[in-house]
Structures are given as C-alpha cells and as structure tokens.
C-alpha cells in the first residue's frame, strides 16, 4: 500500500503565525512518531502515538507545540506563534506497534520557513 | 534510556568495507539495535536490526559482542550511493515508555 505521507511538503509562514502539519501514517499501523530535523542535524524526537493517546510527549520543545492524531490514523502537529528557530523539516514516522522490533517507516517531511 | 555514542563522519573509497561502530554502555536487557540510513533531503529508512551475535541481510551486516555494550554496522563493497548519514538506535519502545530516539548520526562520504 502507500507510504507515509505528509502535508504540506513546504511551508513558508510569517514570524507568530500558526502552522499545522499533518501526517497520513500506512493504514493499520498504530504508533506514530513526530521528529524535528534542522538543516544538517541529526534527528530530534517530539513525540510519539500509540493508537490516540501519547506516551511520550518531553520532545516537545515548548508549549507552542501540540499535537493529535484522531481514529489512530491521521496526525497533526500544530506550532502556534511560530518563531524563526522552529525553521525545520518536520518528519513523520509510523510503525505497526510501538515496539523496538518494529521499523518506523518516514515520510518525505514538510519543510518550514519561518521568516 | 540508552545513550549512543557514534563517530561524527567517516571517508571511504568505492569498493571498500565500512564499518561503523556505535556504543551503548547502558543498553537494556530488553533494547534491540537498529540502524537506519538517510539521504539527502529524505527520511530514514531501515537497514537492519539485531539483539546479539551477528545480523546479515542483503544490505548490511550487523556485529553485537556478547556484552552489547557496542554494535558495528559494516557496509561492504561502499559504491557512491552509500553516501548518507547513518544512525543507531537503542531502545525498546511499548504502551507508557519513552520512544527510540536517534542521534546525530555517522555521516559517510565514499569517494570515487
């Protein structure tokens, strides 16, 4: 079936505007994972879904950053007053289970530009 | 959680093994190890994963001592379109507990 799949594949937003990401994980696959990449870094974990509910959510940098994911399907990740710094692209992974076993398989990222 | 220590960035020539180690002195009885490959301007993807002794698939091969303080990814015949940064990851992830994390990453540049 298909891969994950993100939306938009690009953002650019004004300094204390509000954006929201959203993530389409492989159908049938209930841990999903959000992570921040900056340009040249490595990964950094946000947070992470089993089924609805999120047993981890200390990657989220700030209280700006929120997100939900409704029917273990669809994600959003939601900046609010976006700042320069939360210029990134935005990963979104997913696997069958949230279990060290299973491979998380990524999408193609949103790239955002906070100017 | 299991902190992974693994070289910033590593040079090979086309045709040669690559052997990328990373260490994780405090892994858990229950942590596998998997390692994942990015390119440029994409997400990860999985290589390959293990518990202990030796993992080999059509990719890679993975080395795990018996103590699992450490791991080693080798990387055999490297061509050009091994270039990419490669992370470890240490972990076991279920209902309530903290998700695998990835580092920083070994980036591998092959040379012609």
């Known amino acids: 079936g298909a891969g994950v799949s993100q939306s938009p594949s690009n953002k650019v937003t004004e300094k204390g505007k509000d954006v929201e990401l959203r993530c389409d994980p492989i159908?049938?696959?209930?841990?999903l994972y959000w992570y921040r990449q900056r340009l040249g870094q490595g990964l950094e974990f946000l947070i992470y879904f089993q089924g609805n509910s999120a047993p981890d959510k200390s990657g989220l940098p700030s209280d700006r950053f929120s997100a939900e994911r409704t029917g273990e399907s669809v994600s959003t990740l939601t900046i609010q007053r976006t700042q320069q710094e939360d210029s990134a692209v935005y990963l979104c992974?997913?696997?069958?289970?949230?279990?060290?076993?299973?491979?998380?398989?990524f999408g193609p990222g949103t790239r955002l530009t906070v100017l | 959680l299991a902190k992974t220590t693994q070289p910033i960035s590593m040079d090979s020539y086309e045709g040669q093994e690559v052997n990328i180690t990373c260490s994780h002195n405090n892994i858990a009885t229950n942590d596998y190890i998997t390692w994942y490959q990015q390119f440029p301007s994409q997400g990860p993807r999985f290589i390959i994963q293990?518990?202990?002794t030796k993992v080999t698939n059509e990719v890679a091969s993975l080395f795990i001592p018996a103590d699992r303080k450490s791991s080693t990814l080798s990387l055999p015949r490297v061509s050009l379109s091994d270039t990419a940064v490669y992370y470890c990851?240490?972990?076991?992830?279920?209902?309530?507990?903290?998700?695998?994390?990835f580092g920083s990453g070994t980036r591998l540049q092959v040379q012609p």
């Open positions: 990851l240490v972990g076991a992830t279920g209902t309530g507990r903290r998700a695998l994390t």
């Open positions: 992974a997913s696997s069958l289970k949230a279990s060290s076993t299973d491979t998380q398989y």
């Open positions: 293990g518990y202990k």
């Open positions: 159908s049938g696959h209930t841990a």
